[in-house]
């Protein structure tokens, strides 16, 4: 089929009332680990909701949500553009709920080499050569 012929596809258009996934998490820093956990989510509802815990300064967590989401958003939007929010929220440490809230909690179970991928080794790494204090 030549390009005269070809369908134009629709850019997909977020809806905040389609059921949506959600991936929470304090991103220090995004890594491949991370992207590989969003592709499997994204397989579920289509649309994901990244909500990243303000949690700068507490603990070993150097990074800002606006590096953090700048991070995210050059890994997904080549791809997924339209597709997933960003958005900050408190230091959340417990999810909880009532009988039949109309939602899941879902653990997704990557490979072992996937896994294997830490954000605390990657900010050791990032230390040793000078770029995080």
């Not at 606006?66 to 900050?88: A, C, S, V």
């Not at 408190?90 to 080499?113: A, H, Q």
Request: proline share 5%.
């Amino acid at each position: 089929m030549n390009k005269k012929n070809q369908k134009k596809v629709a850019p997909y258009k977020w809806d905040s009332k389609k059921p949506t996934a959600q991936m929470l998490g304090r991103w220090q820093p995004f890594h491949d680990g991370h992207y590989a956990l969003f592709e499997e989510i994204i397989k579920k509802t289509g649309q994901v909701c990244i909500q990243i815990r303000d949690v700068k300064g507490v603990d070993d967590n150097p990074f800002d949500f606006e590096t953090i989401k700048k991070k995210i958003e050059k890994k997904l939007l080549p791809k997924y553009k339209n597709r997933f929010k960003i958005m900050l929220v408190p230091n959340i440490t417990n999810i909880c709920y009532g009988r039949g809230v109309g939602y899941k909690i879902e653990e997704i179970v990557l490979s072992e080499e996937i896994q294997k991928i830490s954000a605390t080794k990657i900010r050791e790494k990032m230390r040793k050569e000078g770029k995080l204090s």
